[in-house]
């Protein structure tokens, strides 16, 4: 195998490892996003589950008078 390449072998294989790695980054960056917009609906969900429980609360306070 001539020198060129080998240089030419060593550029590609370099080439595509920093585009798998930046690949595997934005993957990264896409599923952190979707895991805090999951987040973020949990949340809400257990705000309105806590307020609803309140509601109940109160209803049943007020029957039981």
Known sequence: MEWTQFAILLIYTFGLFLWNR????????HMDAKLEATRVLVRDIYDELAKFHARLCVIEERNRK
């Not at 930046?22 to 960056?29: A, C, F, H, K, V």
């Open 22 to 29: 930046s690949e595997s980054r934005q993957d990264i960056r």
